[in-house]
C-alpha cells in the first residue's frame, strides 16, 4: 500500500460511524476522501462540512477509485453490499468494515472475494446509542478497543497498514483474534449488556422511578435508548453465542438471589468482594 | 430552629458521606461544625483541612452541644447508635440520617425516640463505589435526588427547614414518601442495579474480556466495585423488596430471550422500541 497521503480513500455510508471514520482519516491527510452513500443529504452535510472531498449515491462511482474503502454501512446491508459489486472494486484495493458481529460476515467474504482484493474485517469498539451523521462528531476515538478477524489469506504488510491507521485515528488497544471468538467476547460485553439494559427498563412501568435513582439505575439504562432495528439485527445475527451469555448471567443472578434469600451476610459478602476483587483485575 | 449560621451542628461519622456532608454544611457557615468518630484518623484529617471545627472520638461530647444532628454511621450501627444514646442529645435538636433502607430505621425511631427531639429519616442519592474520607470530595452533591421519609409526629417547620438546607447544599429533586416506597423504589434503583452489576462480573472468570469493551460493560460494572459488607447489609436489610425486584427483572430478561430465541425480528424490534420510548419518557 501507498503512503496514506496518497491514497484515495472511500467511506461507504455516512451514519455515524462513517462521519466518525471520515473525520479521523481525514486527519491522516489522504489525498482524496469520498463517500457515498444512498442518503445524499448526510453525504451532502459531510461535503458542506469539508469532510469529504467528493460525494456520490452511486457505490459503483467511488469504488473504482479508491485504494482504501471503509465499509461503514449497517451489518445487514453488508453482505448484499459486498456480493453485487465484486466488479466496482479498484485492483489492489483493501477494504474493511466495522459490523459488530463478524463470523457470517467472514464466511461470505471468503466464498466470494476477488483474489486481487484484501478484505480485513474489523470491528472499532466506538459509537454511541445515538445515530446518525449528525452525531458523528460525539463519537470519540481516544483509547477505544478495536477489534481485528483477519482472513487467512490477508496479506501481512495490509494487517501491517491497517492497524497504524488504527492507532492513528487514536484508538487504543488493537485485538487480533478469530472470528468465533469475537462473537463470543462481543456477545458478552456489549450485546448481552443491552439485553440487561432493555430489560431493566421493560420491568418497570413507572417512569417517575427516576426521582429514587442515584446514578446507578442511570449508568445501567443509558443504553436502553438503543437503535431498535439495529440492535434486533445485532442479537439475531450472533443468536446462539447471546443466549449462551443470557443463561451464562442468569446462573449468577440466581446464585446471588440465593445468598440473599437464605439472609446470611457471609457468604454473600464473600461472592460480593471476590466480585469487586475480579472487576479490579479487568483492566480498563 | 435557629438560622443555620446561628447553630451548632454535629456530623456522626466521617466516611465519605460524612465527609461530604461537612463539606456541603460548611459552606453554609453554622455557628460550629463539629464531628465524632471512633476512627481518630478520618476525623482528624477533616479537622487539619479545616472542614470541621472540632473532633471528638466520643459522640457524647459531641450530641449534647448540637442543634442539627447529621447521623453519617453505617446503616446497620444507626439502630445501636441512638438506642444507647437518648440521654446525650440537645433539648430540641433537629436529627437526621443518610441510611439507604428507611423501614426498620423508621420503626426503631418511632419506638425511642425522645419527645423533646425532632428526627426526620433522609436519604441523599449521592455516593461512590469508593468509600471513606479521602474520597469526600469527590462526592457531587450537584442536581442529585434526596428521599425525605418523615414520620407522623414530625414538625411541619422542621420538615422545612431540612428541605431547605437540602436544597441549599446543591441537591435537586426533594422527594418526600413512606419509608415502605422509598424501599420498594429503592430496591429497583439502586440494589437491583448493584445486583445486576455483580452478577455480570460473577458469569466471567476471564479478566481480558475488557479488551472487546465498548463502553456498555465499563458502565454495567462500575458499581461492582462495590463494598462488599455494606451492600450485603444493604440488600439484606430490604431483602423481600429486593427479592421481587430481581423477579421481575428476570421475568423481563426471560420474555426478551424468549424473543431472541425465536428468531423473529419484528416482535423483538417492537420490544425494543417500547423500551427506548419508556427509557426516554422516564426523566433524568
Given at each position: 500500500?501507498?503512503?496514506?497521503?496518497?491514497?484515495?480513500?472511500?467511506?461507504?455510508?455516512?451514519?455515524?460511524?462513517?462521519?466518525?471514520?471520515?473525520?479521523a482519516?481525514?486527519?491522516?491527510?489522504?489525498?482524496?476522501?469520498?463517500?457515498?452513500?444512498?442518503?445524499?443529504?448526510?453525504?451532502?452535510?459531510?461535503?458542506?462540512?469539508?469532510?469529504?472531498?467528493?460525494?456520490?449515491?452511486?457505490?459503483?462511482?467511488?469504488?473504482?477509485?479508491?485504494?482504501?474503502?471503509?465499509?461503514?454501512?449497517?451489518?445487514?446491508?453488508?453482505?448484499?453490499?459486498?456480493?453485487?459489486?465484486?466488479?466496482?472494486?479498484?485492483?489492489?484495493?483493501?477494504?474493511t468494515?466495522?459490523?459488530?458481529?463478524?463470523?457470517?460476515?467472514?464466511?461470505?467474504?471468503?466464498?466470494?472475494?476477488?483474489?486481487?482484493?484484501?478484505?480485513?474485517?474489523g470491528?472499532p469498539?466506538?459509537?454511541?446509542?445515538?445515530?446518525?451523521?449528525?452525531?458523528?462528531?460525539?463519537?470519540?476515538f481516544?483509547?477505544?478497543?478495536y477489534?481485528l478477524?483477519?482472513?487467512?489469506?490477508?496479506?501481512?504488510?495490509?494487517?501491517?497498514?491497517l492497524e497504524s491507521l488504527i492507532r492513528r485515528m487514536g484508538f487504543?488497544?488493537i485485538?487480533?483474534?478469530?472470528?468465533?471468538?469475537?462473537?463470543?467476547?462481543?456477545?458478552?460485553?456489549?450485546?448481552?449488556?443491552?439485553?440487561?439494559?432493555?430489560?431493566?427498563?421493560?420491568?418497570?412501568?413507572?417512569?417517575?422511578?427516576?426521582?429514587?435513582?442515584?446514578?446507578?439505575?442511570?449508568?445501567?439504562?443509558?443504553?436502553?435508548?438503543?437503535?431498535?432495528?439495529?440492535?434486533?439485527?445485532?442479537?439475531?445475527?450472533?443468536?446462539?453465542?447471546?443466549?449462551?451469555?443470557?443463561?451464562?448471567?442468569?446462573?449468577?443472578?440466581?446464585?446471588?438471589?440465593?445468598?440473599?434469600?437464605?439472609?446470611?451476610?457471609?457468604?454473600?459478602?464473600?461472592?460480593?468482594?471476590?466480585?469487586?476483587?475480579?472487576?479490579?483485575?479487568?483492566?480498563?
Amino acid at each position: 500500500m501507498k503512503p496514506i497521503e496518497e491514497c484515495t480513500v472511500g467511506i461507504a455510508g455516512m451514519g455515524i460511524m462513517g462521519g466518525a471514520f471520515a473525520m479521523a482519516l481525514g486527519k491522516l491527510a489522504p489525498a482524496r476522501l469520498l463517500t457515498c452513500d444512498p442518503d445524499a443529504g448526510a453525504a451532502g452535510a459531510a461535503l458542506a462540512g469539508g469532510v469529504i472531498h467528493e460525494a456520490f449515491t452511486d457505490p459503483a462511482e467511488m469504488l473504482g477509485r479508491c485504494d482504501l474503502v471503509y465499509l461503514c454501512v449497517n451489518p445487514s446491508a453488508l453482505p448484499g453490499f459486498m456480493g453485487g459489486r465484486m466488479g466496482d472494486f479498484k485492483s489492489g484495493a483493501l477494504i474493511t468494515d466495522i459490523a459488530g458481529v463478524k463470523g457470517n460476515i467472514a464466511k461470505i467474504l471468503e466464498a466470494g472475494l476477488r483474489d486481487d482484493l484484501d478484505y480485513i474485517p474489523g470491528h472499532p469498539m466506538a459509537g454511541s446509542e445515538k445515530g446518525g451523521y449528525a452525531q458523528a462528531r460525539r463519537c470519540d476515538f481516544r483509547g477505544k478497543n478495536y477489534i481485528l478477524t483477519p482472513l487467512k489469506r490477508n496479506r501481512a504488510e495490509n494487517l501491517s497498514y491497517l492497524e497504524s491507521l488504527i492507532r492513528r485515528m487514536g484508538f487504543g488497544r488493537i485485538t487480533v483474534t478469530t472470528p468465533e471468538d469475537h462473537d463470543r467476547k462481543i456477545a458478552f460485553t456489549s450485546q448481552l449488556c443491552h439485553v440487561i439494559a432493555a430489560s431493566l427498563v421493560d420491568c418497570e412501568a413507572d417512569t417517575g422511578i427516576t426521582r429514587f435513582g442515584g446514578g446507578s439505575f442511570e449508568d445501567l439504562t443509558r443504553i436502553a435508548m438503543l437503535n431498535a432495528p439495529m440492535w434486533a439485527e445485532l442479537f439475531l445475527g450472533n443468536r446462539d453465542e447471546l443466549l449462551a451469555r443470557i443463561d451464562q448471567f442468569a446462573e449468577s443472578l440466581g446464585a446471588i438471589r440465593g445468598l440473599i434469600a437464605g439472609g446470611g451476610a457471609a457468604a454473600l459478602e464473600a461472592r460480593l468482594r471476590a466480585v469487586r476483587e475480579r472487576r479490579a483485575a479487568m483492566a480498563g
